[in-house]
């Protein structure tokens, strides 16, 4: 079975930084394009960033300069890394993968979500 799993949460100042890590395990073929997520309060999941297998990245209007995204493939491991943070950057954070576990079976997963809180 496969999971997706976020650490690096939690309750940073505004200017701060933090670093977020996504780690996949379980039957793993072999994961395609991985991302970052988040939702605040009252307000819609939103994509952050996107990294493809080979490492193209997209990231939102508003996160880019500030945030990174990038991923290590021998790992099965995502990160993101935040500095700059503004209050408006509070939200559960979560990670996603498109993961094969044989050749032709491609699903999306997410991690559980991981709460990232910038105090003014």
């Known amino acids: 079975q496969v999971q997706l799993m976020e650490s690096g949460g939690g309750l940073v100042q505004a200017g701060g930084s933090l670093g977020l890590d996504c780690f996949a395990s379980?039957?793993?073929?072999?994961?395609?394009?991985m991302g970052w997520y988040r939702q605040a309060p009252g307000k819609q999941r939103e994509l952050v960033a996107t990294?493809?297998?080979?490492?193209?990245?997209t990231y939102a209007d508003s996160v880019k300069g500030r945030f990174t995204i990038s991923r290590d493939n021998t790992k099965n491991t995502l990160y993101l890394q935040m500095v700059s943070l503004k209050p408006e950057d509070t939200a559960v954070y979560y990670c996603t993968a498109e993961i094969l576990i044989n050749s032709w079976n491609q699903k999306d997963y997410w991690g559980p979500g991981t709460q990232v809180t910038v105090s003014s």
């Open positions: 379980g039957i793993i073929f072999r994961i395609n394009t």
């Open positions: 990294i493809t297998r080979d490492y193209r990245t």
